[in-house]
Structures are given as structure tokens and as C-alpha cells.
């Protein structure tokens, strides 16, 4: 299934990170990464869910596009060798490309094909091939 190793590590890697970080839907993530509700959680530095405070969450609680599954952090952990300019541009275009993973592992294994056709979102053409 994987071409080697590495492939496995890191989709192991972004499922790990994936599975840390996310809280249920109904749930918020604090400034701290810790789920839960009320304004601890969901007041100001709430980074995911039903945010109350003044961040507001990451502004793609259930939409499209990699929904809640895909946060801020977990797309800048990913990419985290381009510059945060660039990071966001490609993290929008992902969100308003419509798709929706089913789940985490979904989210991971595509994050991480990702990464490694484009060595991090760097290259656009592949400058090996054959």
C-alpha cells in the first residue's frame, strides 16, 4: 500500500497529530488544546468549534473543504517549511475547494500525499520524474 516507510511515518504522524489536536463538533478547543464548553473553552483563544470569544474560532466550523478536521495548526504543523503568507493562501484554496474528508485517517493520508508530491507545498511540477 505505502511506497516505503516513510510514506507510513508520515501519514502515522498527521493521524496522531490529527487525533490530539481535534475536539467532537459540539465541543470547543481552548487556547490551551483542551476540549470542552462554556467560556474557558470557548471564549477568547478558542481556535475550534462553537467559539464565542473573539478569535472566533477558525472561520470553518462544518463548511467545505476539510471542515473542522483540518484546523489552522494542523495544516501549519504539515507545512511548516513555507512561509505563513503562502501556508494560508494554499490552507483557503483547500477550504473553498469544496471537499470534505470523511474522517481523520482521510485527512491524513491526503495531507500527507500531499506533502510529499509537493516536498511540503514548495514544488508545483514534479522535478524528478522520469
Not at 24 to 48: E, F, I, M, R, V
Request: charged content about 20%; aromatic content about 8%.
Amino acid at each position: 500500500m505505502f511506497q516505503d516507510d516513510s510514506d507510513e511515518q508520515e501519514i502515522d504522524t498527521m493521524r496522531n497529530m490529527m487525533t490530539r489536536d481535534d475536539c467532537a463538533s459540539n465541543l470547543c478547543k481552548s487556547k490551551w488544546g483542551y476540549c470542552g464548553t462554556g467560556p474557558d473553552y470557548c471564549g477568547d483563544g478558542c481556535s475550534a468549534g462553537p467559539c464565542s470569544g473573539g478569535n472566533g474560532g477558525n472561520g470553518n466550523n462544518g463548511g467545505g473543504g476539510g471542515g473542522s478536521i483540518i484546523t489552522d495548526q494542523n495544516f501549519a504543523c504539515t507545512f511548516n517549511t513555507i512561509d505563513a503568507g503562502t501556508r494560508q493562501s494554499r490552507l483557503n484554496g483547500l477550504r473553498n475547494s469544496g471537499w470534505n474528508p470523511s474522517n481523520k485517517d482521510e485527512a491524513a493520508v491526503f495531507l500527507a500525499h500531499v506533502f510529499h508530491e509537493t516536498d511540503g507545498l514548495k514544488t508545483i511540477r514534479e522535478y524528478c520524474a522520469p
